[in-house]
């Protein structure tokens, strides 16, 4: 049977948790006064359906049932998980636990969305303190995975421990906080951020969009896969974490930021770091990290590069002046050249070897090129037409390895109404690697069946078949197994 | 013919930027006195030959020529862009700016890369103060595009202009300062985190590691696709940015940091802010930033999942939890199921349809799991043996979207020897959408070269092919085109 959440306050943040708890099979209960709140939660929650379930390698439970309460009592009932995301008023969230108390399972965990009040604050005057726990996420809540999790001394230990399997259960990463301060710890990083960020807007140093692009072009990177720790490590290189220390925090107690305050690096401080870094990433080597950091970053810039966004966006606009004008060669005689890439850390598996799928992704961009020379370009396919593919055959002849520089030549074996039949060569050097035998049939984008190509389009497909129907073609036309 | 670049200092940063002007066809000279410095610039260049070219989708340039100089004079000559990473003080630069505009070309661009100094600072007693500038990079300098570009008045405006291409032309995003101050931009919204980060460690509240695992499964992620304000204009949800500074600008005055100088949030300044984000992103409704937010976290957390680390690396727990033990169904006789999965957001087009490429990248997932249900699991494989595809053939026959849930059935068409033969078939629902059928050959991992299994697991595949020799197995064994 499914376990039962209750959801108190649903606007983005209650929101997002009622779309994580669904989501992962859990039914939910909500309860919200605003008359807006079944629009504004199915807006979250269809945003989690198309981004949620696709995370996982798995099958996804079954969703849970989503309900609306018109009282609290009813949407605590059965809940053995209550979330409070209510405004950030003590007065009010204590007195929403003093109700939820009289009607709640005393098991349940009662949580708090709170950004910035301490547990103890919350707990305040409440019939079973030790109920209530900070339990923190970040927007959206069905995507990001950390929650601090932050106890007071009035939680037991094993209720802390409940709370943080539930939560881990749920795909989140309860980051246990060792004392409760005001904001936790995250906040306390995007606070000191944004007050900086404040006095560059004040000062007319920078815009909203400059300082965007200072972080997502640079530290915002490193940040999505390091923290500010593990990369300064590696910034130490050999010399290591309290090298680094002695050589930029000099720099802190010079006046280049309004918020100067900053503790003496003592010895005992010093240490400090050192021991925990050294705990944290001293099992892997600063030359291991780097690459780390670099198989990372190439993976989330070519992830941004196929969204065109961000960092990805600059890659594709260096792409293309580097490319400039693409065109069909005058000399049709032989297979067109229609790849010439080096092979990204991205396409290949932890030995380095060029993943299978990649080969498919290659000899795709491959066809997409021969379709734009033809001039199935963007203009053609925005006027509602384009080819699909129908079949492939893939032959894996020789191994290719992260930084090979690859090309694929391109043959057409026949082209006639609507099919388009292709043949692809990879080499590195002069190397065969594989070959990409392709049925691409012409099709309406709008009914998504066959139809003709416009004749113009047609004229250049059938020229080049024309001036290609001379060459071998070794290893197409055959079925798997059967040998060239 | 390749333009050349000067590098003075080849520690992390000077090394970094060696390499990248390097790997896009520039000549470099080198000068730097440390011994050592050929050894660390090899090693920096060598990650940067791993990781940089295949960013690109285009053909990279040829690499450029690399020689270390023993003067700064001969290192200068000739370079139409002289970068200096020397160690931050302002003394040892000034020094360096006035050697070597002894010997270069006047109209060379002498770019400083410091954190700190104004290039007012930088200029003072130089030959020619409008030659030098700031070009303030990130490391790793190959990968990250941020460089930020800080003139003085000294600065011509067309050389600027000249420093901004060139930068540009590099694959750089120059971040163009509009008043120089210590620091820059982006080192001050650094600094402001180290300082509170320190605090956290100095109190207790937080180790190393806690804090790295504080960013990097939370703001980390979104900060590597938007920066501060687009993100928070989306918190601010479909009452704009005004209503999120409004709401959450109190909490600044709140002693929650120890650094708690902040701007007065006059009218004037938050009229900025806001006007200064609708510039920014304005053209871009709220929904669809929600939505271009959701597809690049995406993107990067399964980006990350195949990197097995940080958030990526929560992931692939989830999913280990969740599935439980993975084992071969006791009833043989129909096709084994090696797939359940939603079709995630990366895995699709701009127009939500699953790529092509994805199908093999499903049908090679699915061999992996049928490699592991006959004992080809990490153990055997860890011992140098394993299966590589040879061919494949896939049909297409349907299309899949964002979020469709597809499985993946698949039957041993033959078994004998080094060979198995696998014919895939991926539903959703009762729609046949794709069939791949793949011949694979037993190999060692070592020789690369064919070889017979173990008797094990030659056992198991040949009792599944036995139970499955009377299936069906229509589209399997044709040639592309040919119909089934």
Redo the contacts between chains.
Sequence with gaps: MAQTAAIIGGG?IGGGWAARFLLMGWDVQVFDPDPDARRKIA?IVG?A???L?????????AEGKLTFHATMSAAVKGAIWIQESVP?RRALKRKVYQSMQEFCDPDAVIASSTS?FKPSELQGCATRPGQIIVAHP???VY????V?LVPSDANPPEFVDRAAHIL??I?M?P?R???E???H??????????????????????????????????????????????TYR??G?EAGMRHFIEQFGP??Q??????????D?TDT?ID??AD??D??SGAVSI?DL??????????????????D???GA???A??R???GAVTLPDDLSQPIPTM????????TDYNGHM???????AF??ATDRMMHLIGCDADYIAAGRSF?????????LA?AH??T?IRIDTQVLAAAGK?M?LFHRMYADDRLLATG???LIHVSLET?RACDPEPALAAVLERIAAAHAGLPYDG???????KG
């Design positions: 983005v807006e945003n359906r198309r981004s379930p696709g995370l996982s390698d798995v099958a996804a439970p950030e910035g970040f927007n959206p995507l990001l995975p950390l601090e881990t259960d795909g990463h980051l906080i060792r004392a301060i005001d904001a710890v995250a906040d306390r990083l995007l606070e000191a951020v944004w007050r900086e960020a404040l006095w560059l807007i004040n000062d007319g140093i920078a815009t909203t969009a400059e300082i965007d692009d200072a972080i997502r072009y640079g530290f915002g990177l490193r940040w999505a896969q390091m923290g500010l720790f593990e590696i910034a290189g720099c802190l010079w006046p280049w930021t309004r918020l100067t305050d900053v503790p690096l401080l400090r770091i925990q870094s705990a944290q030359r780097e690459r780390i950091r670099d198989d990372n970053l190439v993976t989330i810039l070519r992830g941004l590069k196929a969204r966004w961000g960092a600059l890659l594709n260096h792409d002046r580097v490319e010439a890439r080096a092979v990204p850390l991205d396409w993943t299978e799928a990649r080969y498919l992704h795709g961009e699909f593919t129908a079949e492939t055959h893939i032959r894996h191994e992260a930084g520089v099919k039949h035998e392709h049925l998504r197409a036309g055959k079925a798997v197994g059967v």
